[in-house]
């Protein structure tokens, strides 16, 4: 089983807490663009990705799909599962292949209310995937495909750990909810700068800074956010 450390939650929580938890979690590998849980549907499992990247997604009855939130190694997915809110209000498709952990949201309810520190941190991580979908939604009102382009390379980059991400030009014009020939013509003009390389089915970040600097404000929005919530979830470890 992946160790607790690698994500972000679960490395936060107190011995006490580790321990009510532990028997319960189960290692899973998650596979590039399975559908996790879809809106409407009942939560089984809660997820702590230690490798794998999540994508929150809201889809149109034209069948497109547009990504509100993305969850990696520093939290989780279906907190409110554990909440009472056991039916899904977002579909979740896996964006990155790799591994996670899994329990039933039963079983970290229960652990949930036998730890006061605990709850508290599942209420922050919806608030901080709140405060994510609210960033995600100001940036496609605002930002053109080109900033918002950078600004999905780099978190996604965060959250795998790594600068090589293996994605389909399709799969991220699905992501962004735009067309596929937007997204060639933009990682064409990244490639020719130097930013990236681009290979059928992979994307090396090549220029971080330069990302960055050609990025929309909502990527340092959301790091800020996840930043902010990572300090919060150290000190609560504290007693």
Request: glycine share 6%.
């Amino acid at each position: 089983m992946p160790s607790f450390h690698l994500n972000a939650l679960l490395a936060s929580l107190s011995e006490g807490e580790a321990a009510a938890l532990t028997p319960h979690l189960k290692s899973v590998n998650l596979k590039q663009k399975d559908v996790l849980v879809d809106a409407g549907e009942m939560m089984s499992v809660v997820y702590f990705p230690v490798g794998a990247v999540i994508s929150l997604v809201t889809a149109l009855s034209t069948g497109e799909i547009v990504e509100a939130a993305m969850v990696g190694k520093d939290g989780m997915f279906g907190a409110s599962s554990a909440l009472d809110g056991k039916i899904s209000v977002t579909r979740a498709i896996v964006q990155l292949g790799g591994p996670a952990l899994v329990c039933a949201p039963d079983e970290l309810r229960r652990a949930a209310f036998q730890s006061e520190r605990l709850l508290s941190k599942l209420i922050r991580q919806e608030q901080s995937l709140f405060a994510q979908a609210q960033q995600s939604t100001a940036c496609m009102a605002t930002h053109d495909i080109h900033s918002r382009l950078c600004r999905w390379l780099l978190r996604a980059r965060d959250l795998a750990g790594t600068d090589t991400l293996d994605f389909t030009q399709e799969f991220l014009a699905e992501l962004l909810g735009v067309r596929r020939t937007s997204v060639t013509t933009v990682a064409m003009t990244l490639q020719q700068a130097g930013l990236i390389k681009y290979s059928r089915g992979s994307i090396q970040l090549v220029d971080l800074e330069a990302l960055q600097d050609a990025s929309c404000e909502c990527y340092a929005a959301t790091k800020s956010l996840y930043t902010t919530q990572l300090v919060r979830l150290s000190h609560s470890q504290m007693p």
